[in-house]
């Protein structure tokens, strides 16, 4: 009996040592501290993150403006090829020579035709008043 009694009392130390080499553990949403106002803070809440909140808004109209612009002024194999060689729509990039292949044309034939398509994206973006 004094044998099931010691295995159940090691068991409980056990426990309590695990328990204590996870006391100097840190949890991004325990409460750290309060504000000037007494709300509770998290250490989440008080990390800066690095993002740059201007910058990503700004990034998001200027990707939604250049999916706007490849809609309305390429044709379907400008597009096709801005597509295949800048990874768009969740496409992966590949090189002018693997397009080609892809497309069944030139490399050159997909150069001159990527070149075309940047330069009217570039000419509607520049005459966009809103940029």
């Known amino acids: 009996m004094c044998s099931q009694i010691q295995c159940v ?38 990390l800066e993150d690095g993002t740059n909140l201007e910058e990503q808004v700004e990034y998001s109209i200027h990707s939604k403006q250049l999916y706007d612009f490849l809609k309305q002024c390429l044709d379907a194999r400008e597009l096709e090829i801005l597509i295949h060689r800048y990874g768009l729509y969740h496409h992966i990039p590949l090189t002018q020579k693997e397009v080609a292949k892809k497309l069944d044309i030139s490399r050159s034939y997909v150069s001159r035709l990527e070149k075309k398509a940047l330069k009217k994206l570039r000419a509607k973006y520049d005459s966009t008043p809103f940029k």
């Open 9 to 46: 009392a090691n068991e409980i130390l056990m426990h309590f040592r695990a328990q204590k080499k996870h006391l100097t553990d840190l949890h991004m949403n325990e409460p750290a501290m309060t504000d000037k106002d007494g709300n509770t803070l998290t250490l989440m809440d008080t």
